[in-house]
């Protein structure tokens, strides 16, 4: 590890003799440094999404598996009674922490973005909805529903299990997607990386082969290229992950607009894991820079 | 210390020369001459490794150069100075670093220091130092070509029409210099077409004309 360090940071330092004897090549340096830009920024976008579909299959899971939902259908004159048989029935069922009735307010609150604020609910054939909210352990859903059946016929129990899954794995699923796309920039940057490494390379033929000439090893003039390629990726992912933070940074806040996208962010101690971006890419342009003038320097011979 | 034996050379299927040999041993010094298009620059290349022959042996330093890896040959090219025909510089370094080429890309940059001052004065590049190879005349590129060839101070000195562009007083400068290089048992190879240049060499050393003719590697007549 500390060998690997070092070499790292021999390799920054570098070589400037080796440096100087390739002339700087305007072209390759803008492009590269561009692309491990625009790649840097999109990466943390993609870094972003996956933290946040993360958070939300957590944050899901978490809550939904912790509630569930009675629904009592039953004629108005019946439905206080079968509420509070609901009640005193879930009080003494196992594994069920508290269990309590939802209000007029809430139960409007819950209907209204369907029909709008100020429905009637009172005048409205609307089931009373009792909230339970389940110890670590749950409750066992098909014991209650058996004694539900024969205790409040009219009442209907949710468990969420029916659509809390989906939710969760299209969660995750958006979450592999958000780890997907960040491979998916880490290559098309080395691909880029190598086809610019190459263009470099045909472009000093004449200089490689003065290098060769005089004595000069593949490792010496490899690391001429490798190093400036590898310090130009750095500074493009440098400034494209700190254009990437500062726009998540401006993206509305969640709990002003509320909904998924707007949650797009960090949270926490993840506003440093954008940091690893720039080494990243750093690492992603020495390999692929190394492995490219080799190549081109064995059939350039 | 470098060897061809039985060497032949074909290039777009037609053969240059055939059946070559020749042994630059520590200490010799070696005329090639012939009529342009014999191959004589073909036969440094072999000499230095930038080529592979069509047939035969060529030895650098006792290996034989098919077996070397990519490593070994420019290992090899360490030890031996080459002046090239064009010269061949790094044209976006000034002079100075192109005369230092040969130590810094052996990592011996360290040990660049009066010796390539003394070395420029040698060849009157001193004013020059600075300047890019573009700016330079043939004369002093060929100066510049020598002197790089030398830095090293390499076992094997390659070099291919080293005073095509130098007048005769510098012409006379270089191979002193060659000459007293040849005196401490480094071997020199010099292709050239100036018959003044090698009486002046012969003069002082005990130099070999060989003649490329007819796809052939011959003495040279007395008169040379």
């Not at chain 2, 047939?55 to 990519?70: A, H, I, N, P, Y």
């Not at chain 2, 002079?95 to 001052?117: C, F, K």
């Amino acid at each position: 590890m500390i060998g690997a360090l070092r070499r790292g940071l021999s390799l920054l330092a570098g070589d400037s003799q080796a440096d100087r004897a390739v002339p700087p090549t305007g072209f390759t340096a803008n492009l590269t440094v561009f692309t491990a830009g625009a790649m840097a920024f999109l990466a943390v976008f993609a870094l972003a999404l996956s933290l946040a579909a993360g958070r939300l299959a957590d944050r899901w899971g978490e809550e939904l598996a912790r509630t569930s939902t009675l629904r009592i259908s039953a004629p108005a004159e019946q439905m206080a009674a079968q509420t509070a048989a609901a009640i005193r029935l879930l009080e003494t069922t196992p594994g069920v922490a508290a269990a309590r009735a939802l209000t007029a307010d809430e139960q409007r609150d819950l209907l209204e973005p369907w029909f709008g604020p100020g429905l009637p609910i009172e005048s409205l054939p609307v089931p009373q909805l009792i909230e339970i909210i389940e110890v670590d352990d749950g409750f066992d859903p098909t014991g209650l529903r058996a004694r539900l059946q024969a205790e409040v016929p009219g009442a209907v129990l949710d468990d969420h299990t029916r659509w809390r899954e989906p939710l969760i794995e299209a969660a995750g699923r958006l979450r592999f997607l958000g780890g997907v796309c960040i491979v998916l920039i880490a290559l098309a940057t080395a691909a880029m990386i190598s086809l610019a490494a190459q263009a470099a390379l045909s472009a000093n033929a004449q200089v490689i082969r003065v290098l060769r000439l005089v004595g000069a090893r593949d490792a010496y003039i490899a690391r001429a290229f490798v190093r400036r390629f590898t310090l130009r990726a750095l500074t493009g992912a440098a400034v494209g992950t700190v254009a990437g933070m500062v726009a998540i940074l401006l993206l509305p806040r969640a709990d002003v607009a509320g909904g998924f996208l707007t949650g797009l962010g960090f949270q926490g101690w993840a506003w440093l894991l954008p940091f690893v971006i720039p080494p990243l890419a750093a690492v992603v342009a020495f390999a692929a820079t190394r492995s490219a003038a080799l190549r081109c320097l064995k059939e350039q011979s | 210390m470098i060897e061809l034996r039985n060497v032949a050379y074909s290039y777009g299927g037609a053969e240059l020369f055939s059946d070559l040999s020749l042994s630059l041993t520590p200490g010799s010094f070696h005329f090639l001459t012939g009529p342009s298009g014999a191959g004589k620059t073909t036969l440094l290349k072999l000499c230095y490794g930038e080529l592979t022959a069509t047939s035969g042996d060529v030895l650098l330093f006792g290996e034989d150069k098919r077996q070397m890896t990519r490593d070994g040959v420019a290992m090899a090219r360490r030890r031996i100075g080459v002046v090239h025909q064009d010269c061949q510089f790094l044209d976006h370094l000034p002079v100075a670093e192109n005369i230092a080429l040969p130590m810094t890309a052996a990592g011996r940059q360290s040990e660049v220091g009066d010796d390539l001052n003394d070395l420029m004065a040698w060849v009157g590049l001193t004013n020059q130092a600075a300047q890019l190879p573009p700016q330079l005349s043939g004369g002093e590129r060929q100066r510049a070509a020598l002197a790089r060839a030398v830095i090293t101070s390499p076992d094997v000195i390659i070099a291919d029409e080293p005073t095509g562009n130098v007048d005769w007083e510098m012409s006379q400068r270089l191979l002193t210099l060659l000459v007293e290089l040849n005196k401490m048992g480094k071997a020199v190879l010099i292709a050239t077409h100036d018959l003044n240049l090698i009486r002046a060499a012969k003069a002082q050393v005990q130099a070999r004309v060989l003649r490329l003719r007819n796809r052939k590697l011959q003495a040279a007549g007395a008169d040379l």
